[in-house]
């Protein structure tokens, strides 16, 4: 079993003054492929440093299988590493590069050239084994990387932004190459990354970082569903989620969203009865989330109920085709908002357009904690 286990685990840095993880308490899965993600600075790396054994951990325990690594040193902790600038040895050849760990740790010849050889087939570079470094693209020596980790058969396998180097196309394919050798691997991955489209598309599950503090830690479509925060929901999600600030209020029994005079949407009332808690924040400031792509051109749309309670009017000020769809930055008066809709849209820049909210995926905030309501 490799799970990863790190219980009330805080790292400072500078006697104190830098808090670079606060109180991490986190259950990585034997097998799992699991995502640290957050912008710059909060935390991630310090994170996988510490389960490496390279950074001490100034508070708390992590476990490695069962077993407390607090004092462990990193090659006696059964993990590999992959980094970003893939720290290849130049005058190697890739071989040698693959060989080098297994050779410091005295295993017979046999087995390095099986372990070796066996990794080159997985990865697809064979026909590499003699180049050195300064010879192989960057997608090529990624993979050298990769198989460097591979050949020492880690119980787990910890990753910091090992894709970043690599142009934008290339990246997209590592992406897939990496989780169809997660699969065949059946190894627990730790994999930092910024890059939250990484996140979504390989994380069986996610944990969103900000300011060394863990914000969620949840499967890619239940963060982007139900983000617990806005700094969640803002995070993950391209284009962003768009807020604003707005107040709810009853009416008739219903409860209204309200923004200023420039729009006001009834909450249905299943949405009501699901969220019960919302009642709390009636006649009290919110703020109110929603996506570019549950924002759509009411004139369109055929799959969203658009009864006139449910809807927003706004001006079109740019009109952004992506090619399957378009981004429509629109202003219903002083607020303005992203809305990705169908290319059918003949939404024009000036235009006054109709927008169906698709209610489901509505968010409503608090706005003092910016923690979610619903
Ligand atoms: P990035 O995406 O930029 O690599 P990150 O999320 O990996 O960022 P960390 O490198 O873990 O962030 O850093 C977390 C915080 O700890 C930052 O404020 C950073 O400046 C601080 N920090 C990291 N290492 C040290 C160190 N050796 N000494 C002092 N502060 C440090």
């Given at each position: 079993?490799?799970?990863?286990?790190?219980?009330?685990?805080?790292?400072?840095?500078?006697?104190?003054?830098?808090?670079?993880?606060?109180?991490?308490?986190?259950?990585?899965?034997?097998?799992?492929?699991?995502?640290?993600?957050?912008?710059?600075?909060?935390?991630?790396?310090?994170?996988?440093?510490?389960?490496?054994g390279l950074e001490d951990i100034t508070e708390g325990i992590i476990e490695i299988g069962e077993d407390v690594v607090n004092d462990v040193p990193p090659k006696d902790r059964d993990i590999a590493m992959v980094f970003q600038n893939y720290a290849l040895y130049p005058h190697m050849n890739v071989y040698d590069n693959m060989a080098f760990g297994l050779k410091l740790r005295k295993f017979p010849k046999d087995e390095i050239d099986r372990r070796v050889n066996e990794a080159a087939d997985i990865l697809g570079i064979p026909n590499l084994l003699d180049r050195k470094p300064k010879q192989l693209s960057g997608g090529q020596r990624q993979r050298v990387a990769l198989g460097r980790a591979i050949v020492r058969e880690p119980k787990v396998f910890l990753m910091d932004e090992p894709l970043s180097n690599l142009d934008a196309k290339l990246r997209v394919q590592m992406r897939a190459e990496l989780s169809k050798l997660h699969d065949r691997l059946q190894t627990t991955v730790i994999y930092v990354t910024h890059d939250q489209t990484e996140a979504m598309t390989m994380g069986d599950r996610i944990v969103v970082l900000r300011d060394g503090k863990i914000q969620q830690v949840a499967p890619p479509m239940e963060l982007y569903r139900k983000p617990v925060n806005m700094f969640v929901g803002g995070f993950i999600g391209s284009p962003a989620m768009n807020f604003t600030d707005a107040s709810l209020a009853e009416k008739n029994g219903d409860i209204y969203v309200q923004a200023d005079d420039e729009f006001e949407i009834k909450l249905a009332e299943e949405l009501v009865e699901a969220n019960p808690q919302v009642s709390d924040y009636v006649d009290k400031d919110v703020v109110f989330g929603?996506?570019?792509?549950?924002?759509?051109?009411?004139?369109?749309?055929?799959?969203?109920?658009?009864?006139?309670?449910?809807?927003?009017?706004?001006?079109?000020?740019?009109?952004?085709?992506?090619?399957?769809?378009i981004n429509l930055y629109i202003n219903t008066g002083s607020r303005e908002f992203i809305a990705t809709v169908d290319a059918d849209s003949k939404a024009d820049v000036g235009d006054t357009v109709t927008m169906a909210v698709t209610q489901e995926n509505m968010h409503i905030f608090d706005k003092e904690t910016e923690e979610s309501v619903f």
């Open positions: 079993m490799a799970e990863v286990v790190l219980e009330d685990v805080t790292k400072t840095f500078n006697d104190g003054e830098v808090v670079a993880v606060e109180n991490a308490d986190l259950e990585v899965r034997d097998k799992e492929f699991l995502v640290l993600v957050g912008p710059s600075g909060c935390g991630k790396s310090t994170t996988l440093r510490m389960i490496a929603i996506r570019p792509e549950d924002l759509n051109d009411a004139e369109i749309t055929q799959d969203v109920d658009v009864a006139t309670e449910n809807t927003l009017d706004a001006e079109v000020e740019v009109v952004e085709p992506m090619g399957s769809e």
